[in-house]
């Protein structure tokens, strides 16, 4: 039986360990906390810091391990791929210069930029205050966007209109950032509708999944704060109602110049997942950002729908020879993360949470633990997402409406958002597109 370790400790971890286990793989986890799903599904966990590579090396070695599928950004920034296969340890997941796609967003920018690549959009690179105010002057302060160069767990970048609203904002933003000693981007301000397309990538062969919508504000009809994101859908013929195959296809094409275009750069074979957020616009597809892994609410949408064995998918990656036929249930899904009141604000950390597991099979619900911790047979609130609920269903209203009856399954100082997957949120959208394109 295949072992296979993977490292990290949300929801996205969480069904990509339930991935592994239904692909037939015995499942050893390290996690810098311990998230219960994952417990339930190992054989063994250590809870350590995920970038403390000597002990994730150990543990592996102790265990056995095939091969180590990571999770999250952070240790992938830092080379945990680089150290892990110089043990002879097979990874899922990109090495340090290729993680740089999202470890550094000029990086990202330059090479876009260099290899002529479509959707990238304008950017002007920024280490100290010099130049600034020409650049706002030039651009036009309510065409900007503010993006600091490194990781920020979402949090990092300011746009005009949503977070930014004065020439005076915008100083003040890279003020701050300079204090704290960093690069950082002005981008162009794009306008239309968001989505995300996660690939399998083993080098060469960059395989799409179902596209995916995230919900990135704290509170319905996109208000409040930027949050990790609130929940997430995607549709049962894998695209969105103002996303065309077209679409997809040149959004898959450029992640393919992108992911050749890294190992001209870099020497290094991008492998692992490889998540796009695109934006379609008057102006065409928009590269947003790209991330190193799967997303997350986004992996708890597609992964569940995977009908080809996982762990396939992942020698496939590891091997170099991932085979294209990566098949999906025609199945709409509907994800809701729960989070603590007062999220991301002043978010109420150690209330309990309490679990009707029965009547949530009953209904036919999914749950992913994220940020919560086990005490005993008691779930209990931190300061980040407490829990993700999936629906799937043949589409996308009941697939809703299933979420919708989960997460009534949970009970504690818990939020939602109510309006993620339904069919008014997703009119709203299509409006929202067809406005832009009919200007
Ligand atoms: P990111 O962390 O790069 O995903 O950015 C967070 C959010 O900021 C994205 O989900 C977008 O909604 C928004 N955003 C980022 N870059 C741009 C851009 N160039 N134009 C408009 N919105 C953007
Ligand atoms: N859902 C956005 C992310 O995973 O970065």
């Known amino acids: 039986m295949v072992k296979c370790l993977i490292v990290g400790h949300g929801a996205r971890e969480h069904v990509i360990g339930e991935a592994l286990v239904r692909g037939g793989a015995q499942l050893y986890s390290f996690m810098s906390f311990k998230n219960a799903g994952l417990e339930d599904l190992s054989q063994d966990v250590k809870v350590h810091s995920e970038t403390d590579f000597k002990e994730i090396i150990k543990f592996a070695k102790i265990k056995n391990i095939d091969f180590a599928v990571i999770g999250p950004e952070s240790p992938l920034v830092v080379?945990?791929?680089?150290?892990?296969?110089?043990?002879?340890?097979?990874?899922?997941?990109?090495?340090?210069?290729?993680?740089?796609?999202?470890?550094?967003?000029?990086?990202?920018?330059?090479?876009?930029?260099?290899?002529?690549?479509?959707?990238?959009?304008?950017?002007i690179k920024f280490t100290s205050m010099d130049g600034i105010e020409k650049a706002i002057k030039d651009m036009g302060e309510e065409n900007i966007v503010v993006k600091p160069d490194g990781l920020t767990g979402g949090k990092g970048v300011k746009v005009y209109g949503d977070h930014l609203f004065s020439k005076q904002d915008i100083i003040d933003y890279c003020e701050d950032l300079i204090k704290h000693g960093g690069a950082f981007l002005f981008e162009e301000k794009c306008d239309g509708e968001e989505?995300?397309?996660?690939?399998?990538?083993?080098?060469?062969?960059?395989?799409?999944?179902?596209?995916?919508?995230?919900?990135?504000?704290?509170?319905?009809?996109?208000?409040?704060?930027?949050?990790?994101?609130?929940?997430?859908?995607?549709?049962?013929?894998?695209?969105?109602?103002?996303?065309?195959?077209?679409?997809?296809?040149?959004?898959?094409?450029?992640?393919?110049?992108?992911?050749?275009?890294?190992?001209?750069?870099?020497?290094?074979?991008?492998?692992?997942?490889l998540y796009g957020q695109f934006m379609k616009t008057a102006k065409g597809?928009?590269?947003?950002?790209?991330?190193?892994?799967?997303?997350?609410?986004?992996?708890?949408?597609?992964?569940?729908?995977?009908?080809?064995?996982?762990?396939?998918?992942?020698?496939?990656?590891?091997?170099?020879?991932?085979?294209?036929?990566v098949d999906y249930e025609k199945k709409a899904t509907v994800c809701k993360y729960l989070a603590p009141d007062g999220y991301p604000v002043s978010?109420?950390?150690?209330?309990?949470?309490?679990?009707?597991?029965?009547?949530?099979?009953?209904?036919?619900?999914?749950?992913?633990?994220?940020?919560?911790?086990?005490?005993?047979?008691?779930?209990?609130?931190?300061?980040?997402?407490?829990?993700?609920?999936?629906?799937?269903?043949?589409?996308?209203?009941?697939?809703?409406?299933?979420?919708?009856?989960?997460?009534?399954?949970?009970?504690?100082?818990?939020?939602?958002?109510?309006?993620?997957?339904?069919?008014?949120l997703l009119q709203k959208r299509i409006d929202h597109m067809n406005s832009i394109l009919n200007k």
Request: charged share 25%; with cysteine; hydrophobic share 35%.
């Open 79 to 123: 080379g945990i791929v680089d150290a892990l296969e110089k043990s002879d340890i097979p990874c899922v997941g990109p090495k340090i210069e290729a993680a740089q796609l999202e470890g550094s967003k000029v990086f990202t920018r330059n090479l876009l930029e260099k290899y002529k690549i479509l959707s990238n959009v304008q950017s």
């Open 285 to 325: 597809l928009k590269l947003i950002e790209f991330n190193a892994r799967f997303g997350d609410p986004e992996a708890m949408n597609v992964l569940p729908l995977l009908k080809t064995n996982f762990v396939d998918v992942c020698w496939g990656i590891i091997h170099g020879n991932l085979s294209s036929n």
């Open 195 to 273: 989505f995300t397309l996660q690939t399998f990538v083993d080098g060469k062969n960059v395989i799409g999944s179902p596209l995916v919508q995230d919900h990135k504000r704290a509170y319905e009809d996109d208000k409040g704060p930027n949050t990790g994101g609130m929940g997430s859908y995607s549709i049962e013929d894998h695209l969105m109602p103002f996303i065309t195959q077209s679409d997809v296809e040149e959004a898959l094409d450029d992640m393919k110049k992108t992911v050749a275009a890294v190992k001209t750069e870099t020497g290094i074979e991008y492998k692992g997942f």
């Open 347 to 424: 978010p109420k950390k150690d209330e309990q949470v309490i679990i009707n597991k029965q009547k949530l099979e009953n209904i036919g619900a999914k749950y992913y633990y994220a940020s919560v911790y086990r005490e005993g047979e008691s779930i209990f609130t931190t300061t980040s997402r407490a829990m993700g609920i999936l629906g799937i269903a043949s589409n996308l209203e009941e697939a809703e409406k299933i979420a919708e009856n989960g997460v009534g399954c949970v009970e504690g100082k818990l939020f939602h958002r109510k309006d993620v997957g339904t069919l008014k």
